[in-house]
C-alpha cells in the first residue's frame, strides 16, 4: 500500500452494523509512501494508523496549483 499526504482513506466496517468511515492522510512515516500514516478521520479524531485489507486509498485530486507552505 502507498499514500501521500493529502490523499483519503476509506475503512470499510468488518463487523456489521458498524458504518464505515474516512479521514485525510496528513503525513506518511514510512519509506516510499508506505504506512504508518497519521490520519485525520471525518471526525476530527487524529492518529497513527497502519491500513489493513480494509482500507481503501483515494488519491488526492490535483488541481494544478502548487502548494507553498
Known sequence: MRADAGD???????????PAR?????AVHGGDGRP???VRFDD?????YVP???CLILP???DGT???G
Open 22 to 26: 474516512g479521514g485525510q492522510i496528513l
Open 60 to 62: 488526492r485530486q490535483h
Open 44 to 48: 476530527g479524531h487524529e492518529t497513527i
Open 36 to 38: 504508518p500514516y497519521r
Open 52 to 54: 489493513g485489507p480494509d
Open 66 to 68: 502548487h502548494d507553498h
Open 8 to 18: 483519503r482513506l476509506w475503512i470499510h466496517s468488518s463487523r456489521q452494523g458498524m
